[in-house]
């Protein structure tokens, strides 16, 4: 910065926008849905390095042959949510329960950074293992209504 020269009565400005370097491998995506025959359940939810990935038994239970499709897998996502939040809270916090995020740097871990950039935007200042669900249901779009619409819908239809 000592080489840096500028004429008088010049303004500088910064920007706290972050720009997208491409360093993420998946800079846009927090899910991945996956086919895993091998696994021992229905559902196995597994948190990688960038994305939380959801491990279907059998593709039947993706509901892919119905109409929205992607409603009816939002209980999948909310126990994906929960199972990164509680990682988030033993990865960030001295005490393994809370996580106040103004008082945290940003995290390193792929998938805990995006969780702490999603949580901010909503303007949630603070995780723990009383509050998981209610920082779900901020930073989700009311998941669970929305599936619980499509299941109402789908009664009243007869289908």
């Given at each position: 910065?000592?080489q840096i020269i ?9 920007s706290n926008t972050?720009?997208?370097d491409g360093s ?136």
């Amino acid at each position: 910065k000592d080489q840096i020269i500028l004429p008088k009565n010049t303004i500088l400005g910064f920007s706290n926008t972050e720009i997208l370097d491409g360093s993420n491998a998946k800079p846009l995506d927090l899910f991945e849905k996956k086919i895993n025959t091998n696994i021992k359940s229905d559902i196995e939810i597994e948190l990688g390095s960038e994305t939380i990935i959801i491990n279907y038994k059998n593709e039947g239970l993706q509901f892919n042959s119905l109409p929205k499709s992607s409603s009816l897998n939002n209980p999948y996502v909310y126990m994906g949510l929960q199972k990164a939040l509680y990682r988030f809270i033993i990865n960030n916090s001295e005490d393994n329960y809370e996580v106040d995020l103004d008082d945290i740097d940003p995290p390193t871990n792929g998938l805990d950074l995006k969780l702490y950039n999603l949580m901010k935007i909503k303007m949630v200042s603070e995780v723990s293992l009383e509050n998981i669900d209610e920082v779900i249901y901020t930073i989700s779009d009311r998941i669970l209504e929305r599936f619980s619409i499509v299941v109402r819908e789908m009664g009243s239809n007869g289908n």
